[in-house]
């Protein structure tokens, strides 16, 4: 099986340390290629993977600001588009602008939905709706208005988050610095428990965190560590008694709730978006509704069993469990392509008012049905492989440069009686050429 | 010929007032109607054209803030790309996104670059540079990287735009309010010449109008009018003794400027972008270096003869130069499309190692050369009109239906002899494709 990932340019992939997109795209990339799927990965030239690594755009535009994200990320996008026939399937990891090229290829696409960034870019969701396959990252983020083949939870490598038995003395704040996601929520709580606050991320709101954060931190009661790498951040995580996941919005998915959880460290967080779908209320955190539910729940926290926290991401939010279930998603759309038969497949060249062509890929030892059609006739050349056709009461070998004429009404059967792939250029003349104008008499897989 | 306009979503096509490129996208589409071309324009839902209006978004994006404009420019552009077959030629007027979508379809696109807002949008015109064709808007926005087919120059609606005898009495700025269009400068000649000076057009820079530009308006020496829709806007430009167009940047054209010769009234202008260009200086106006020059020249402006500004746009400047230069531009693609020959046209429908599937399209009493291949094997299947073929010795008709095998190496010929179209599918056998493993023995058009 032969897939392109299509990953964001914002950040490489993976990331050196923010770049939440990235991460998993990196994640599942790398476990499909060790599952021995052949995946190309689209993402900036200086990404890493196992798999084969193909790059228009060499730098993230995060990191670099001589790139303009509007000219690279076309290009990028194009860039898959027009290499889709060397794919079996192509997964759009990139958000709604690559669905707008969708249509130009039949390699079929499937998208994970990271979330929706504004209700005012789901107009290309709902318009690409029928053509593309939706992977939803929870329950709770799935539009009404959109049809999805899965959910499939983010998985983390929990090789890198080690469990610790033992609760710290701390809570924590970590994530990106900006109003929504509640850090002073969490300084009041730790306020109000007596207990020290440790704030890991990135300032993303300037403003909010001069005025709200801050004026707090004075390295005793309130610390705060910065942006945190790879390395560190399962220390940080590890080391806390919880992590306060207090944020404002309906979060899609929260990949360090997760993290958190593999080390041991339960979670407080609001019931909001996706939470209550992560944390098991009373066992791997405790969902509440304000700080004051809040408060009361860090009192509860050190009761929790941490090795319960561990064993619930190893069963449920791995890469090993998120790559599989996006294997049988593959599965499922590369078993259900219109084209493909139990015979083998075919591909439309061209159709017109007065005539079709197709080609015909026919599997060793496999035949169509015995048919006939009514307002068609057909007349097949055999490209390569080797053909034994029924044509009324006739039957005919046909070898390569070979060709027979079926008159409308005749009864037909081509059969690949060889131990190689037969394939065969059909042209079909008449005035209708839809597949119900098959009348089957007989068909070795019972169809109709 | 049939035509696909696309035009941005910014403005409504034509624009209400403010909108250059909708300007010039209705201006060509509706004098291309006129010379019954078969347009259809796709723009925004409240668009007006005589030609065939298509659209996914229902009003422009710099009139309603609810439009997210890069998930409706995107919806726009896939549309055109989706129903690029129903065209003969796709003409983008949309800068460059639309190009990451023309390698999908067979369909020649016709790019009218429009101005590079930065260097950084340039990789992607380089990227298309060989399977698109560029217009430019004036020889000095050429780019030398770039190939261009040609240089076309906006064409204005010389109606709109009354010639007047006698010169007004005042100084004329005309167009955004921003350091880059040099407002200040204007009044700075206006202040050293002692005339009045009218400023008209809309404030895209706040602060400096507030800075540079308001504290000397006084409705004496200097008067301002706002935004100038259509309707005045010949009155305000035909009223002046000279338009002041003291520009800081290279501006790939001037509308205004040709607007301003239309009604007879010169241009004072900086030698920069396109100006030397469009005026012809000492005669439908000056082109000078700086302040002080243009003070010099606003004192000889009204010994310029206001008739031949006029003469000068109605021989380079009109729609009607514009269309017909675009015209020249369409017919000069359609007549070098690929696949096109004198005796008809073919299409590709699919090349495998092995094989390969074309439709052929032969016009009434045409035939093509009389031909053979040393590495490929062709058998040919006609599905409506009919066919004289001239295979080794033998001549055979064909009717639809039927079919007739080209060994490799065989001598052989297709003639149309009936009076409609000879269409026929070709599948081609051997292990090589290319069109110099034809061999033409002899040719009504007397190719090698």
Same mark, same amino acid.
């Given at each position: #099986?032969?897939?392109?990932?299509?990953?964001?340019?914002?950040?490489?992939?993976?990331?050196?340390?923010?770049?939440?997109?990235?991460?998993?795209?990196?994640?599942?990339?790398?476990?499909?290629?060790?599952?021995?799927?052949?995946?190309?990965? /689209?993402?900036?030239?200086?990404?890493?993977?196992?798999?084969?690594?193909?790059?228009?755009?060499?730098?993230?535009?995060?990191?670099?600001?001589?790139?303009?994200?509007?000219?690279?990320?076309?290009?990028?996008?194009?860039?898959?588009? !027009?290499?889709?026939?060397? /794919?079996?399937?192509?997964?759009?990891?990139?958000? /709604?602008?690559?669905?707008?090229?969708?249509?130009?290829?039949?390699?079929?696409?499937?998208?994970?939905?990271?979330?929706?960034?504004?209700?005012?870019?789901?107009?290309?969701?709902? *318009?690409?709706?029928?053509?593309?396959?939706? =992977?939803?990252?929870?329950?709770?983020?799935?539009?009404?208005?959109?049809?999805?083949?899965?959910?499939?939870?983010?998985?983390?490598?929990?090789?890198?988050?080690?469990?610790?038995?033992?609760?710290?003395?701390?809570?924590?704040? /970590?994530?990106?610095?900006?109003?929504?996601?509640?850090?002073?929520?969490?300084?009041?709580?730790?306020?109000?428990?007596?207990?020290?606050?440790?704030?890991?991320?990135?300032?993303?709101?300037?403003?909010?965190?001069?005025? @709200?954060?801050?004026?707090?931190?004075?390295?005793?009661?309130?610390?705060?560590?910065?942006?945190?790498?790879?390395?560190?951040?399962?220390?940080?995580?590890?080391?806390?008694?919880?992590?306060?996941?207090?944020?404002?919005?309906?979060?899609?998915?929260?990949?360090? =709730?997760?993290?958190?959880?593999?080390?041991?460290?339960?979670?407080?967080?609001?019931?909001?978006?996706?939470?209550?779908?992560?944390?098991?209320?009373?066992?791997?955190? %405790?969902?509440?509704?304000?700080?004051?539910?809040?408060?009361?729940?860090?009192?509860?926290?050190?009761?929790?069993? !941490?090795?319960?926290?561990?064993?619930?991401?190893?069963?449920? %939010?791995?890469?090993?469990?998120?790559?599989?279930?996006?294997?049988?998603?593959?599965?499922?759309?590369?078993? @259900?392509?219109?084209?493909? !038969?139990?015979?083998?497949?075919?591909?439309?060249?061209?159709?017109?008012?007065?005539?079709?062509? *197709?080609?015909?890929?026919? *599997?060793?030892?496999?035949?169509?049905?015995?048919?006939?059609? @009514?307002?068609?006739?057909?007349?097949?050349?055999?490209?390569?492989?080797?053909?034994?056709?029924?044509?009324?009461?006739?039957?005919?070998?046909?070898?390569?440069? @070979?060709?027979?004429?079926?008159? #409308?009404?005749?009864?037909?059967?081509?059969?690949?009686?060889?131990?190689?792939?037969?394939?065969?250029?059909?042209?079909? #003349?008449?005035?209708?050429?839809?597949?119900?104008?098959?009348?089957?008499?007989?068909?070795?897989?019972?169809?109709?």
């Amino acid at each position: #099986m032969k897939i392109a990932m299509l990953s964001p340019l914002s950040w490489r992939t993976p990331p050196r340390h923010y770049g939440p997109w990235e991460n998993v795209v990196s994640l599942l990339t790398e476990q499909l290629v060790a599952m021995d799927v052949d995946v190309t990965l /689209f993402a900036t030239g200086d990404s890493l993977t196992r798999g084969k690594l193909a790059w228009v755009c060499e730098r993230p535009w995060s990191e670099d600001a001589t790139i303009n994200p509007k000219v690279w990320e076309c290009l990028h996008i194009a860039e898959v588009f !027009r290499r889709a026939d060397e /794919f079996d399937l192509i997964h759009n990891q990139f958000d /709604f602008l690559p669905l707008t090229y969708s249509g130009f290829t039949n390699t079929p696409v499937v998208t994970t939905i990271h979330g929706f960034s504004s209700p005012s870019i789901l107009p290309v969701y709902k *318009k690409y709706n029928d053509r593309t396959h939706y =992977v939803a990252i929870s329950e709770t983020d799935k539009n009404d208005e959109l049809d999805y083949i899965a959910t499939i939870h983010h998985g983390i490598d929990i090789t890198q988050f080690p469990w610790r038995e033992d609760a710290g003395d701390y809570l924590l704040f /970590f994530g990106r610095i900006h109003p929504h996601k509640g850090v002073h929520d969490a300084i009041e709580v730790a306020r109000r428990t007596g207990l020290r606050l440790v704030i890991a991320g990135i300032v993303q709101d300037e403003a909010y965190f001069q005025e @709200q954060v801050e004026p707090h931190i004075d390295g005793t009661h309130v610390e705060y560590l910065g942006s945190v790498g790879p390395e560190k951040r399962q220390e940080v995580l590890g080391g806390a008694l919880a992590l306060l996941h207090l944020i404002h919005f309906d979060e899609p998915f929260g990949l360090s =709730v997760v993290e958190s959880m593999a080390c041991g460290t339960p979670v407080i967080a609001y019931r909001r978006g996706s939470m209550p779908e992560i944390i098991r209320d009373g066992h791997t955190g %405790f969902i509440v509704a304000d700080v004051d539910a809040a408060v009361e729940a860090v009192g509860r926290a050190a009761a929790l069993d !941490r090795r319960a926290c561990r064993d619930d991401v190893e069963q449920r %939010f791995t890469f090993r469990h998120m790559a599989r279930a996006y294997l049988d998603v593959y599965r499922s759309i590369l078993d @259900q392509r219109e084209n493909h !038969r139990p015979w083998g497949h075919y591909e439309n060249l061209l159709e017109r008012d007065d005539h079709k062509v *197709k080609e015909l890929i026919v *599997k060793p030892g496999e035949r169509l049905s015995l048919q006939k059609h @009514q307002r068609r006739a057909e007349h097949w050349t055999v490209v390569s492989g080797a053909a034994l056709v029924t044509v009324g009461d006739r039957e005919i070998p046909l070898m390569p440069g @070979q060709s027979v004429d079926v008159p #409308m009404g005749a009864v037909h059967r081509i059969t690949n009686p060889g131990d190689v792939l037969l394939v065969l250029v059909e042209v079909q #003349m008449g005035d209708y050429f839809g597949e119900d104008d098959i009348i089957r008499l007989e068909d070795d897989y019972d169809r109709s």
